[in-house]
């Protein structure tokens, strides 16, 4: 299996400028998340989706960050507009549908604002 | 809500000597817990599990860890490690009666192996 794959791995914008990530899960997976990664706040749950139903968005941190899944084998994360704060790695996972089961982690996406 | 707490932000340890990293957890209501390790410019990936049966779960490259009920605890040992066990290693848990498959993480303890 090909894995959870991200895109873009690395990007560099402006601040103000519209910012869209990727994900495909793992074929046959249920579960895709989103976290974020950085170093003061550490691994950060943003949004968790089941069967492409948004399930827990608490942990987006505002307006400007979202997340669509229009199918089961993509998802996005858009921030609109970027702040240079938004800078951090960005990692979507996914799993397939029972507790206890691994959740496998895409490579991320390495994401600077200046 | 859950909680995990990993006691050490950074371990330094020197090549072949033995390590714990350290994890409680909140909860003590039936639990799933988990130890996910992170290289260097990579996500993170499964080390072991414990859902249920033997307390002692082990790993293909020679990491344990015991979960013990009655101090919450899941702590990570190796009994020599390698230069190649850099990384940073992360407790997870999940609440399988909750309904939920999210894993609740903590925040990470970093392993730097000194040759």
């Known amino acids: 299996d090909a894995g959870v794959i991200q895109s873009p791995r690395h990007e560099v914008t402006e601040m103000g400028q519209e910012v869209t990530l990727r994900c495909k899960p793992i074929?046959?997976?249920?579960?895709l998340f989103w976290y974020r990664q950085t170093m003061m706040r550490g691994l950060e749950l943003l949004i968790y989706f089941n069967n492409n139903v948004p399930i827990d968005d608490s942990g987006m941190p505002e307006d400007r960050f979202s997340a669509k899944m229009p199918n089961a084998s993509f998802s996005t994360l858009k921030i609109q507009p970027s702040e240079p704060r938004d800078s951090a790695v960005y990692f979507c996972?996914?799993?397939?549908?029972?507790?206890?089961?691994?959740?496998?982690f895409g490579e991320g996406s390495w994401l600077t604002v200046v | 809500a859950q909680s995990v707490t990993q006691l050490d932000s950074q371990v330094p340890v020197f090549e072949e000597a033995p390590v714990e990293l350290r994890c409680n957890y909140s909860?003590?209501?039936?639990?799933?817990l988990f130890w996910y390790v992170q290289y260097p410019n990579q996500g993170l990936q499964l080390l072991l599990k414990y859902l249920s049966g033997s307390t002692l779960v082990e790993s293909i490259n020679g990491f344990e860890a015991e979960f013990n009920k009655s101090q919450t605890s899941f702590h990570l040992r190796k009994p020599s490690v390698h230069i190649s066990d850099t990384a940073e290693y992360f407790c997870a848990v999940s609440d399988p009666g909750a309904g939920s498959y999210q894993l609740t993480f903590g925040k990470g303890t970093k392993l730097s192996v000194i040759p």
């Open positions: 996972a996914s799993s397939p549908d029972a507790p206890g089961n691994t959740i496998y």
């Open positions: 074929s046959g997976h249920n579960s």
């Open positions: 909860s003590s209501v039936s639990v799933y």
